[in-house]
């Protein structure tokens, strides 16, 4: 018997089981396991709604899972010996494996600036989101600084904006929000930001934050009932102290196949990998995390089958950012990532971000059916995700 291992079940996690169930339905010679901290999926595209205290669907993974054969394992993942193919779970268990897919993806660094950890909310969770929504709805008036100006510092400014337009929102952000985008895309999202009331101050940076105002770089102090930082991740430390090769980051170096270029029984996929396409190393969103996790499926299975993995590749199809329950701004790029010349705005903006960014639940049913989804090769992206 073939042991599948997943660690992380997250959106690539989740894709990568759904893949490989569809895939080896009829065989009875593999089995796989998934290991993940909490029952509940995170629906992390949607968890600014969440902290702006809107409530979204409780979706339990293992109700995704029944009846596939696929063993939930909940517990944290604590170690891997990459040369005896095991992995300790929450220090009292081991799984061992004979393939590995990584898919732990990333958090928010809260270690590099001074109080973040402490004093600072994150997006790493639905709990941590729903700790900053309880926390808003008990203020009646006051600053919220929200820092980062990406794409997930822009929806949680206007998120909290709009649903809490009794309080002040600034976005603090090095760069100028939008600045992947185009002009007249960028120009588009900064009216929604400005009507919303969103304050925007580019240029700067936050170097301390304390338990009521963030300290900027040129010595200016500013008030803060709440700081919600989303600048900046941070991958866990797990692969590389189990000999895995990483880059400077921490995440997992890949051959074209997406296998580890040291332990080639091990596949890294998403925000762990450091996956490098012909425009450069791939940065992570679910957009092309998910057609990562579909390549490994398939890959795994060609393997099984005797033969070898296939090249994985991949092109950046859009930016999608909403602005609020009413508005957003789409920014069409090329396969790099760089802005084309089109981008959608408005209502019709606000149904294509809706559709890009719903419960994988049913793409996850989808493959499951479809075993010919498993083994694709992406190259402008898979379902359109962020």
Known sequence: MRKI???????????????????????????????????????????????????????????QLDGTGVDFVQGWVTGIDADAQTVRVDDTHTLRYDTLLYALGSVADTETVPGVDEFAYTLNSAQDAKLLADYLQRLAYGTVVV??????GVESAAEIAEQHPELDVVLLSRQVPGSMMGEKARARLHTGLERLGVRVRAGVEIVKVMSDRVALDDGEVVDARAVLWTTGVRVSPIAAAAGLDVDDRGRIVTDESLRSVSHPHV????????????YGVMHGTCQSGIPTALHAAGSIVRELKGKQPKKFRFGYVHQPVSLGRNDAVIQFTHADDSPGRLYLAG?????????????????YRLLKALPALGAATWRRGGRPTR
Do not use: C
């Open 147 to 152: 820092a980062g100006g990406g794409l997930t």
């Open 267 to 278: 596949y890294a996929v998403g925000d762990a990998a450091a996956i490098r396409q012909g």
């Open 5 to 63: 291992l997943i660690l992380g079940a997250g959106y690539t996690g989740m894709a990568a089981a759904t893949g490989l169930v569809g895939r080896l339905k009829h065989r009875d010679d593999t089995h796989i396991t998934i290991v993940n901290p909490q029952l509940r999926f995170t629906e992390r595209l949607r968890l600014h709604q969440t902290a702006s205290g809107q409530t979204l669907a409780d979706l339990q993974i293992p109700d």
């Open 347 to 363: 209502r019709f903006a606000v149904a294509y971000k809706e559709t890009v960014s719903s419960s994988p639940w049913p793409t």
